[in-house]
């Protein structure tokens, strides 16, 4: 069984930066790719980046890409979401997951074995 808990959420302008860390609890963490997702108002769930198990590969939608960092601590169970230049787009409310493969995170719905509770990002312009 592998918690999830998302923190690091808030209000920001455009053009800002947060950084979103999850905690884990439970050692089953280190084997899972970890992924960041996030659901929009009356929008679907959609994949934002996701981290292979070791930290040595990572993933993005097109529409992060160059702007958001996924990293991870296997040593300290948490992984995190560098969010830079930030859009009113990017308003949401973001989630992290614990997945069996990337391509689970990648389809559509994305598909993980467990999810945290999610944290909101606002970003006014």
């Known amino acids: 069984q592998v918690q999830l808990v998302e923190s690091g959420g808030g209000l920001v302008q455009a053009g800002g930066s947060l950084r979103l860390s999850c905690a884990a609890s439970g050692r089953k963490f280190v084997t899972f790719p970890m992924g960041w997702f996030r659901q929009a108002p009356g929008k679907e769930r959609e994949f934002v980046a996701g981290?292979?198990?070791?930290?040595?590969?990572?993933y993005y939608s097109d529409s992060v890409k160059g702007r958001f960092t996924i990293t991870r601590d296997n040593a300290n169970l948490t992984v995190y979401l560098q969010m830079n230049s930030l859009k009113p787009e990017d308003t949401a409310v973001y989630y992290c997951a614990a997945a069996a493969g990337i391509l689970l995170m990648t389809s559509t719905p994305p598909r993980a074995s467990y999810w945290g509770q999610g944290t909101q990002v606002t970003v006014s312009s």
């Open positions: 981290i292979s198990y070791s930290g040595g590969t990572t």
